[in-house]
């Protein structure tokens, strides 16, 4: 009883926000933290050391790739949420376990639209963190793609796939188990170059790690122009050769020069033979220079998983003031979900104009141990999601010892 009464006061303290609780056979898994309003989002989402499902991006197209409900955003949401569901299942999970999406827009005004679509498809209080970006798509009809993470209940010690396209997983699971984050990396040339080049000073960084392609769970490229989409592609098949790709994430990037940065998660079952000194590395590979606002990778060998949903600024007078109000809301989020700065994993900076990315370099140090920072992509984008903003952050944590 007095458990229960502990439960519940939890769940009625307004000082705390709202916070629900999903268990599966008696074990506590999801804990959703922040309001449950129509957002369609939680402000956090905290799992348990589970294996999670990564998926692709989709976009609602048939099997010869035109656009379902061309200018009909509502049919192209549901769409791509059937395709979700079904790889999902293949991979022993479902919609109803996702813990977070990622949402990208061809216009930040279909946020809130979108918003209420996601409100729908998922139970009061048990709704998943959300980022949203705005920005070209990989086809011109397309109104929105997605990728989600979610809970599988498929056990593995290696990462294992789901595929639709053959040598393209449409699914990767990431056992249970350490797991590394990789910042972006961009190697200078045309995109067909530079994509290449990318991809082999990634295989350097996994290979320093002990870790391989089969390792790979996700893949997030930052490229420009999303046109070319195609070429990037086909330089990630002959990349992995007769290895499975990843899940493929591509995000419209405002940029000439590196024209693409690429970003990965890698699981890494190297590190369970040994005896890890610490709950989260913040690693520098041979060859790269420290950062004290970013680590080149960050692994965290053992502890619950935090996915925050996008926060972002609104406009100020000055960067500067958007930012601490950003950094502020982080503070708030990251105190409710039971962690702090010192253990942030993966940051992504989407920002609208280069003076946020000035202010970034400025305000960081006030926040991050530069012993501990947080691995990290930063991205000049179209649109960070809403129309009054120009910066939102992407964060995982993980929670205080």
Same mark, same amino acid.
């Given at each position: 009883?007095?458990?229960?009464?502990?439960?519940?006061?939890?769940?009625?303290?307004?000082?705390?926000?709202?916070?629900?609780?999903?268990?599966?056979?008696?074990?506590?898994?999801?804990?959703?933290?922040?309001?449950?309003?129509?957002?369609?989002?939680?402000?956090?989402?905290?799992?348990?050391?589970?294996?999670?499902?990564?998926?692709?991006?989709?976009?609602?197209?048939?099997?010869?790739?035109?656009?379902?409900?061309?200018?009909?955003?509502?049919?192209?949401?549901?769409?791509?949420?059937?395709?979700?569901?079904?790889?999902?299942?293949?991979?022993?999970?479902?919609?109803?376990?996702?813990?977070?999406?990622?949402?990208?827009?061809?216009?930040?005004?279909?946020?809130?639209?979108?918003?209420?679509?996601?409100?729908?498809?998922?139970?009061?209080?048990?709704?998943?963190?959300?980022?949203?970006?705005?920005?070209? %798509?990989?086809? *011109?009809?397309?109104?929105? !793609?997605?990728?989600?993470?979610? @809970?599988?209940?498929? =056990?593995?010690? #290696?990462?294992?796939?789901?595929?639709?396209?053959?040598?393209?997983?449409?699914?990767?699971?990431?056992?249970?188990?350490?797991?590394?984050?990789?910042?972006?990396?961009?190697?200078?040339?045309?995109?067909?170059?530079?994509?290449?080049?990318?991809?082999?000073?990634?295989?350097?960084?996994?290979?320093?790690?002990?870790?391989?392609?089969?390792?790979?769970?996700?893949?997030?490229?930052?490229?420009?122009?999303?046109?070319?989409?195609?070429?990037?592609?086909?330089?990630?098949?002959?990349?992995?050769?007769?290895?499975?790709?990843?899940?493929?994430?591509?995000?419209?990037?405002?940029?000439?020069?590196?024209?693409?940065?690429?970003?990965?998660?890698?699981?890494?079952?190297?590190?369970?033979?040994?005896?890890?000194?610490?709950?989260?590395?913040? %690693?520098?590979? *041979?060859?790269?220079?420290? !950062?004290?606002?970013?680590?080149? @990778?960050?692994?965290? =060998?053992?502890? #619950?998983?935090?996915?925050?949903?996008?926060?972002?600024?609104?406009?100020?007078?000055?960067?500067?003031?958007?930012?601490?109000?950003?950094?502020?809301?982080?503070?708030?989020?990251?105190?409710?979900?039971?962690?702090?700065?010192?253990?942030?994993?993966?940051?992504?900076?989407?920002?609208?104009?280069?003076?946020?990315?000035?202010?970034?370099?400025?305000?960081?140090?006030?926040?991050?141990?530069?012993?501990?920072?947080?691995?990290?992509?930063?991205?000049?984008?179209?649109?960070?999601?809403?129309?009054?903003?120009?910066?939102?952050?992407?964060?995982?944590?993980?929670?205080?010892?």
């Amino acid at each position: 009883m007095r458990f229960l009464t502990v439960i519940i006061c939890f769940l009625l303290c307004a000082d705390c926000g709202f916070a629900q609780i999903r268990q599966q056979a008696g074990k506590t898994e999801i804990r959703y933290i922040g309001p449950d309003d129509l957002a369609g989002s939680s402000d956090a989402v905290i799992v348990d050391e589970v294996p999670l499902a990564h998926t692709r991006l989709f976009l609602s197209t048939d099997e010869k790739g035109n656009i379902i409900g061309k200018d009909n955003l509502n049919t192209q949401f549901k769409q791509i949420f059937a395709a979700l569901a079904q790889s999902l299942k293949a991979a022993g999970s479902g919609t109803e376990k996702i813990i977070k999406l990622n949402v990208f827009l061809k216009d930040p005004g279909m946020m809130n639209e979108v918003g209420s679509l996601i409100n729908g498809r998922f139970a009061k209080g048990m709704k998943p963190s959300v980022t949203y970006v705005a920005g070209d %798509l990989s086809h *011109p009809d397309a109104l929105l !793609s997605i990728d989600a993470v979610a @809970v599988s209940e498929r =056990n593995s010690e #290696k990462v294992s796939f789901v595929e639709k396209n053959k040598g393209f997983a449409d699914v990767a699971i990431l056992p249970k188990g350490p797991v590394v984050y990789v910042s972006g990396q961009a190697a200078k040339g045309n995109l067909a170059e530079a994509t290449k080049g990318t991809l082999e000073q990634l295989r350097e960084t996994l290979i320093s790690l002990g870790l391989t392609l089969k390792d790979v769970v996700q893949v997030k490229s930052f490229l420009s122009p999303m046109s070319s989409i195609d070429m990037v592609k086909k330089e990630f098949s002959d990349f992995f050769k007769t290895e499975k790709v990843p899940p493929l994430v591509f995000v419209d990037w405002i940029s000439s020069d590196p024209v693409i940065e690429i970003e990965l998660i890698a699981a890494s079952p190297a590190k369970t033979q040994n005896a890890a000194t610490d709950r989260i590395e913040f %690693l520098t590979p *041979p060859g790269m220079t420290a !950062s004290p606002v970013y680590s080149k @990778v960050t692994r965290l =060998n053992q502890g #619950k998983k935090i996915y925050i949903s996008s926060i972002h600024g609104k406009r100020s007078e000055s960067t500067d003031a958007e930012l601490l109000e950003v950094f502020s809301s982080l503070n708030n989020v990251l105190t409710a979900s039971g962690s702090d700065f010192n253990n942030l994993l993966k940051a992504t900076y989407y920002i609208g104009s280069d003076p946020y990315s000035k202010s970034l370099s400025d305000l960081r140090p006030r926040y991050y141990d530069p012993k501990r920072p947080p691995a990290a992509s930063k991205a000049k984008v179209k649109g960070v999601g809403i129309q009054d903003s120009g910066v939102s952050i992407d964060m995982i944590a993980t929670v205080r010892e």
